[in-house]
């Protein structure tokens, strides 16, 4: 189980406070149960930080626009907005502090026959939900009790956890995604689509129907009049790989509005089989299953957005995400960059007819050092550099590269080794000058402590002994303590 709810400072909840003033408040409310009151006021003073629901007792008459949602012999479910809404711990005006959310959908519970229920069985089902509204699991939060005004019946509110369309809890609570429904509008619309191939168009139902997460993809047959500015990159007897842009896009599942947009004009790469007219259908199926469908994948598989075909060679194409749009080979890193090596490397010899140090060692070793490593792409105008001057280095070609070689290649924490951005040379001593990022102290001259914060600690340390004079407490044994 993993809870999201790392403490910081800055969230300022002092828990005895707040229970404190959840003590001052029981008097406020009552549902007309001592032992449901009790029990509320238990669950409050349960609470361990500021993710944690203030539970309530909340009056019938808070509700609006109540629609009924699912029936069962023991319960019924309706959605409905809370006027008040609840208690959420939040920053306003520079000030921490609980303010109801107005107007807020929810969902509750209603216990059918409920009005004479065992106080000992409606604590038990309060106690299988969760307080907790940032711990990631699939246990609904429950934000307090109520009861019918007409029929006495006890109700259970609960956060937006459940489908509106079946009344089921969401398969995934967070994004609220829900797997059977999801499945059945894919089957309603089985008739709006074909391959003109029974088998493809089996096949392709079949992996939408095992879709597990809103992390999947949604593979689809994908017309081919779909595609803008196709362009072969490469061939081999058995297939032809070029890159595309697809008009619609894929399908994804949005979590911040929890539900499926397309993705408009997405590059692609489209694998076509050569001569695959008449390919057993096998054949492209387990072609098919050794990419993924899961766009988190973290093992650098390709990720496969459907089929097509070619319009006039009858030619079956796999359409694909995640590979390199200019070579069509698999990323060298996919998760974090997108990066290519191959290509980087190819792009960084073109380009090195463009430049000369007027030293065929140095002008070897910048290439050489080219392939390794991942370089950034997009200039930094003015940006703040040091410049080391190696003195008298005109002649010192060979110690000069090892110290180099020496800074690109150390793998430590980077808050603490200078990046080194490249060589340069003086044009009037002819010194040459290694440009690195800004990593030393101004004041001083000596690299910073911390080279992400730009702190050093001698100067600090000078600034503070300078001030000692500024200052005195009256006794000298606690001014030298601090």
């Not at 168009?201 to 081919?224: A, G, R």
């Not at 102290?441 to 000078?462: A, F």
Request: glycine letters at 2%; aromatic letters at 14%; hydrophobic letters at 30%.
């Amino acid at each position: 189980m993993m809870i999201l709810n790392v403490k910081i400072v800055s969230d300022r909840w002092c828990k005895p406070c707040q229970i404190n003033n959840i003590k001052k408040n029981f008097a406020t409310y009552s549902s007309g149960n001592e032992k449901i009151d009790e029990f509320i006021q238990e669950i409050r003073l349960n609470i361990e930080n500021y993710n944690d629901i203030i539970f309530e007792w909340i009056p019938y008459n808070q509700f609006n626009d109540i629609k009924k949602v699912k029936k069962s012999d023991s319960a019924t479910l309706y959605s409905a907005i809370w006027i008040d809404g609840s208690l959420k711990y939040v920053l306003n005006k520079e000030e921490y502090k609980y303010e109801r959310i107005p107007d807020e959908k929810v969902f509750f519970k209603c216990l059918n026959n409920s009005q004479n229920i065992i106080f000992n069985e409606l604590k038990n089902e309060i106690k299988s939900y969760s307080i907790n509204v940032r711990e990631y699991n699939d246990i609904p939060k429950i934000y307090g009790i109520s009861q019918n005004s007409d029929t006495k019946d006890y109700i259970l509110v609960f956060s937006k956890c459940f489908c509106e369309k079946c009344g089921d809890q969401y398969t995934d609570l967070w994004y609220r995604w829900c797997k059977p429904c999801q499945k059945n509008e894919l089957k309603q619309n089985f008739a709006n689509w074909s391959s003109g191939n029974k088998k493809i168009d089996e096949f392709i139902q079949e992996m939408q129907l095992n879709i597990e997460s809103h992390y999947d993809i949604i593979v689809k047959w994908i017309p081919y009049n779909q595609f803008n500015d196709i362009k072969e990159v490469r061939k081999s007897d058995s297939a032809t790989l070029s890159s595309a842009i697809w008009i619609d896009g894929p399908l994804r599942y949005d979590v911040d509005i929890y539900k499926y947009e397309r993705i408009p004009d997405e590059k692609v790469v489209l694998k076509c089989l050569n001569n695959s007219q008449n390919i057993i259908s096998n054949e492209l199926t387990n072609e098919i299953k050794s990419y993924s469908i899961n766009i988190y994948d973290v093992n650098n598989i390709p990720k496969i957005y459907g089929i097509s075909q070619n319009l006039n060679t009858k030619d079956y194409i796999i359409v694909l995400g995640d590979l390199c749009k200019n070579c069509c080979d698999q990323y060298t890193e996919l998760w974090y960059s997108r990066w290519c090596k191959p290509c980087q490397i190819n792009y960084l010899k073109e380009n090195f007819a463009n430049w000369n140090s007027e030293n065929e060692k140095i002008d070897e070793f910048i290439q050489e050092i080219y392939k390794y490593g991942k370089f950034e792409y997009e200039k930094k105008p003015n940006e703040e550099v040091t410049l080391k001057y190696l003195n008298n280095s005109q002649n010192i070609v060979s110690e000069f590269l090892n110290e180099v070689k020496m800074m690109f290649f150390i793998k430590i924490d980077e808050d603490y080794i200078p990046k080194i951005y490249g060589i340069s040379q003086n044009s009037d001593t002819k010194d040459y000058i290694l440009v690195l990022s800004k990593c030393f102290c101004e004041k001083c001259g000596n690299q910073y402590t911390d080279l992400k914060k730009k702190w050093c600690k001698p100067c600090q340390k000078n600034e503070l002994e300078q001030n000692f004079a500024n200052w005195s407490s009256g006794n000298e044994k606690i001014d030298k303590f601090i």
